[in-house]
Nanobody, 126 residues
């Protein structure tokens, strides 16, 4: 069974940075996508970014373009989300999720995903 574990959340001031990690295990093929999602109280779950294992293609929400970067380290089976210039509006629980097999066109839509991590809290103070 696929297992995903997020880490790296915390409390930061506006303008600061955090790097989230998603450690993955249990994949039986190399055809999958990893996405980052976030959910704040009273709001819908929102796609932040995703990456395909096929060719490394990525997608970003308009609200984070130019501030966040998704990347992967195949040797460590880990996907990262580097978050710079954080704003109070970025405050949420951040989840990583996996689709087996990868369909990049829908990787920003949370109902597409098969597996989810437990989430990590990101809080940005003003």
């Amino acid at each position: 069974e696929v297992q995903l574990v997020e880490s790296g959340g915390g409390l930061v001031q506006a303008g600061g940075s955090l790097r989230l990690s998603c450690a993955a295990s249990g994949f039986t093929s190399d055809d999958y996508a990893i996405g980052w999602f976030r959910q704040a109280p009273g709001k819908e779950r929102e796609g932040v970014s995703c990456i395909s294992s096929r060719d490394g293609s990525t997608r970003y929400a308009d609200s984070v373009k130019g501030r966040f970067t998704i990347s992967s380290d195949s040797a460590k089976n880990t996907v990262y989300l580097q978050m710079n210039s954080l704003e109070p509006e970025d405050t949420a629980v951040y989840f990583c999720a996996a689709i087996v097999e990868s369909i990049l066109a829908v990787c920003m839509l949370w109902p597409s995903y098969d597996y989810w991590g437990q989430g990590t809290q990101v809080t940005v103070s003003s």
